[in-house]
T-cell receptor, first 118, second 113 residues
């Protein structure tokens, strides 16, 4: 089955540093990847839609300069949290839609990255 | 506004018992409804996906139902196991590739021995 891999799975860093999270589709090509944030005991909140070769589309309220998204290939999207602060601590999850997939097929989610900012 | 409401928010059952989780939605236009299982600290895993014309779909001990007229869905878990402890998320989508997923708040299920 389709596999989406996220790296790292857990990162702890000091306030003010930038953190890059990778999302890879391992056995399929994904023209579209999605980045979500999930706070404890809450459901996933879509942050942005990442399209290969073009600029990401951000949801209302998400700062594009703080959450930089790059989707340079059909199998890799990256999310960089710039100048991270404690309030950015969260569980970040990506998902990918295989190229040519219809809306009636499931998206495939990565296992998430737990980000803790001290 | 597209919304997906799930109930209950949390549930505790004994191992071996059955349970039913509910999902009501107001997403329009509607294309499909999905149930995902999310273990703590992991990403969601798809359990079932149902389109407008499907009333029920099973995946092992999980059976999902859909009533597109009343815009309600349920997920029934039979003979629960400890490994069923997780959050169960109902997700609704529109018919077009650009339609975003609308997520419910999830039901946190705990199965106790």
């Amino acid at each position: 089955g389709a596999v989406v891999s996220q790296h790292p799975s857990w990162v702890i860093c000091k306030s003010g540093t930038s953190v890059k999270i990778e999302c890879r589709s391992l056995d399929f090509q994904a023209t579209t990847m999605f980045w979500y944030r999930q706070f404890p005991k809450q459901s996933l909140m879509l942050m942005a839609t990442s399209n290969e070769g073009s600029k990401a589309t951000y949801e209302q309220g998400v700062e594009k300069d703080k959450f930089l998204i790059n989707h340079a290939s059909l199998t890799l999207s990256t999310l960089t949290v710039t100048s991270a602060h404690p309030e950015d601590s969260s569980f970040y999850i990506c998902s990918a839609r295989p190229f040519g997939q219809t809306s009636n097929q499931p998206q495939h989610f990565g296992d998430g990255t737990r980000l803790s900012i001290l | 506004k597209n919304q997906v409401e799930q109930s209950p928010q949390s549930l505790i059952i004994l191992e071996g018992k059955n349970c039913t989780l509910q999902c009501n939605y107001t997403v329009s236009p509607f294309s499909n409804l999905r149930w995902y299982k999310q273990d703590t600290g992991r990403g969601p895993v798809s359990l079932t996906i149902m389109t407008f014309s499907e009333n029920t779909k099973s995946n092992g001990r999980y059976t999902a139902t859909l009533d597109a007229d009343t815009k309600q869905s349920s997920l029934h878990i039979t003979a629960s196991q400890l490994s069923d402890s997780a959050s169960y998320i109902c997700v609704v989508s529109g018919p077009f590739a650009g339609n975003m997923l609308t997520f419910g708040g999830g039901t946190r299920l705990m199965v106790k021995p």
